[in-house]
C-alpha cells in the first residue's frame, strides 16, 4: 500500500557563529589542510585473551570523525588497569618512545582515564592525552553547529574539565607573598575553578532559556494532539539516511560518526493518524560520557516524550546485537525506556537472502521492520507499521457526561476529540470520542470515575 506522505519542514535550529576551542582542534574551520590535523598515537588494552578489534576498529573511526591523523597504534592485553598510567609501566614508556619517534603531537586512549593517569601519562609523553571520553567530546564540539548545540558541548567540556584542572607547574600561583604574584588570596587554580564554576553555571541559564522555547513548542504540538516519531539508533546505523527517505528532506547522512548532532522535525503524514512529526536525532554510541547526556537532555527530551521510537540497527554490523544494548542502556539513562518501540533493521541491502518484510507479535502488532533506507527497499512497510502501531494508540468510544461535568467536555473539545455530540432529555452530554490513548490515561487520573459507555 502507498500512502500519501506530505512533508514540511517545521523547525529549524539557529546557527550563530560562536567558536568553541576544543581539546583537540583549536579551530571550527573543518575545510582545514590535512596539515592541520593532529598527529596522534592510538591506545587500545584488550580484557581478555580473545582480541575483539571491533572496539579499537570503531575507535580509530571516532579519531578519524575528530580529523587526527593517526601515525600508529600500540595494543596491549591486560586483566585490570593498572593505577598509575592504565597501561603497565613498561607499556607507557613504549608508547612514550613511539611519541616521540614519530613526534606525534597526541595520545588516545580508547578508556577511561583518571584525571591523575591523564596527567601521569601526560608528564611521561610530553605531549597532550585525550581519552575516549575526551575524543567523543571533541567531535561534539566540531559538529555542534546550532546556538543550543554548542551551548551543551560547552557544558559537557567544562564539566569534564573541572575534575581534571591540576595546579600548573610553572608554580607561579604558588609563591607566597612574591611582590606582584600575590593574588586577592587565592591561587591560579583556585581562579580557574571560580572562573569555571561561572560560566558552568551561566550556560546553564542559557541552556534554560533555550529549553523553555523547546518545551513550549513540544506543549503546542502535544496542545494539537499530534504525535512525534522519533529515530534513535547507534551512530551511523543511518537514521538521517532514513528520515531522509521518508520526508525527501536534505539532512547531512554520511559514512561517519556522529554525522547529526541536532534534532531535525518534519511533518509526516500517515494514513488513519494524520499528521505526525518524525524527528531526527544525535545517535548513541557505547560509554557516552555521561556529562554529554545530560547536557543533551533537553535534545533528547524529543526522545523520552515521544509516542512511538522507531530504533534503527544497521544489520549489517557484526556487534548488531551489543549496539542494540548501548542504545537501550542510553534510553534508560534519558529514563524513555517506556516509551513504545519499533525496531528497524536497515541496510539488508547489504545481507543475503533477506527481503523486506514487517515482524508481528503475538498480538499481532509489528515490532520490527526490516528494509534498506538506501535503496527504499521497504519504506511502504514501515509506513504501513508506523500506521498499525499508531492508529493502535488512539481510542474511539462513547462517553456519557453529566451536566455538571462540562469542565471535562471543555477539556475534550480543546484536545479536538469529539466527533460528535447529542444532549439526552436529562441534559447528558452523549459524546463520540476518538482520543490519543496516553492523553485518555492523563484524563484518568485527572477524573478517575470516566469510564467509556458498553456498547
Ligand atoms: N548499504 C546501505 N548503506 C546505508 C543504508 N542506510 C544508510 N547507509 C549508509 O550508512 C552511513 C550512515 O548513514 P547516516 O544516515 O548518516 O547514519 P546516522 O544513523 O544518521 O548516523 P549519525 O548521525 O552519525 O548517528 C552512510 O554512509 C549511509 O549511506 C542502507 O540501507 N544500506
Ligand atoms: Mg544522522
Redesign the pocket.
Known amino acids: 500500500m502507498i500512502l500519501n506522505i506530505k512533508t514540511r519542514d517545521i523547525t529549524q535550529s539557529a546557527v550563530i557563529s560562536e567558536e568553541i576551542s576544543t581539546a583537540l582542534y583549536c579551530s571550527s574551520n573543518l575545510s582545514a589542510n590535512a596539515s592541520d590535523y593532529d598527529n596522534a598515537i592510538v591506545v587500545h588494552v584488550f580484557f581478555s585473551q580473545v582480541k575483539n578489534t571491533d572496539d579499537l576498529l570503531e575507535f580509530q573511526n571516532l579519531a578519524k570523525a575528530a580529523k587526527v591523523n593517526i601515525l600508529s597504534t600500540i595494543t596491549t592485553t591486560r586483566s585490570t588497569p593498572q593505577a598509575k598510567y592504565f597501561v603497565g609501566q613498561g607499556k607507557a614508556q613504549e608508547i612514550a618512545d613511539e611519541v616521540k619517534r614519530l613526534d606525534a603531537d597526541i595520545v588516545l586512549v580508547n578508556h577511561s582515564l583518571t584525571p591523575a593517569q591523564t596527567r601521569n601519562l601526560e608528564s611521561l609523553c610530553d605531549c597532550r592525552v585525550v581519552d575516549r571520553s575526551g575524543l567523543i567530546l571533541d567531535i561534539f564540539a566540531q559538529r555542534a553547529r546550532s546556538h543550543e548545540g554548542k551551548l551543551q558541548v560547552e557544558l559537557a567540556q567544562l564539566k569534564h574539565l573541572s575534575t581534571r584542572l591540576v595546579r600548573r607547574k610553572t608554580g607561579l600561583d604558588q609563591q607566597k607573598g612574591a611582590v606582584g604574584l600575590r593574588g586577592p588570596g587565592e591561587t591560579q587554580l583556585e581562579t580557574d575553578r571560580r572562573l569555571i564554576k561561572v560560566r558552568i553555571a551561566q550556560l546553564q541559564n542559557r541552556l534554560e532559556k533555550v529549553e523553555k522555547q523547546r518545551n513550549q513548542n513540544r506543549r503546542t504540538r502535544q496542545k494539537s494532539d499530534i504525535p512525534t516519531v522519533s529515530l534513535v ?1 547507534y ?8 528520515f531522509n527517505a521518508l520526508t525527501q528532506a536534505n539532512v547531512y ?8 548532532l541536532d534534532p531535525t522535525l518534519r511533518r509526516l503524514w500517515i494514513q488513519d493518524v494524520g499528521a505526525t512529526i518524525l524527528a ?1 536525532t ?2 548513541f554510541i557505547r560509554d557516552l560520557p555521561h556529562d554529554l547526556i545530560s547536557a543533551f537532555k533537553s535534545t533528547l527530551q524529543e526522545t523520552v516524550e515521544a509516542s512511538l521510537l522507531l530504533h ?1 540497527i544497521d544489520c549489517a554490523d557484526s556487534r548488531k546485537l551489543e549496539n542494540i544494548q548501548a542504545v537501550n542502556q542510553v534510553l534508560e539513562e534519558i529514563r524513555a525506556q517506556d516509551v513504545p518501540v519499533l525496531l528497524i533493521y ?2 539488508i ?2 545481507l543475503e537472502n533477506t527481503l523486506p518484510h514487517i515482524e508481528y507479535d503475538d498480538q499481532n502488532k509489528p515490532q520490527a521492520v526490516y528494509l ?4 527504499g527497499q521497504g519504506l511502504d512497510l514501515l509506513i504501513e507499521a508506523i500506521r498499525q502501531r499508531l492508529s493502535n494508540e488512539i481510542l474511539t468510544f462513547d462517553l456519557k457526561l453529566a451536566p455538571q461535568e462540562s469542565k471535562i467536555r471543555h477539556r475534550l473539545y480543546q484536545l479536538n476529540c469529539i466527533l460528535q455530540e447529542q444532549i439526552s432529555e436529562q441534559g447528558e452530554f452523549l459524546l463520540a470520542v476518538r482520543i490519543d490513548k496516553t492523553e485518555w490515561l492523563k484524563l484518568l487520573k485527572q477524573f478517575p470515575h470516566l469510564a467509556p459507555m458498553q456498547a
Open positions: 539508533g551512530t551511523n546505523a543511518g537514521k538521517s539516511t532514513l547522512a554520511a559514512d561517519q560518526l556522529f554525522a547529526t531526527d544525535v545517535g534503527v536497515n541496510k541491502d547489504q534498506s533506507a538506501h535503496d
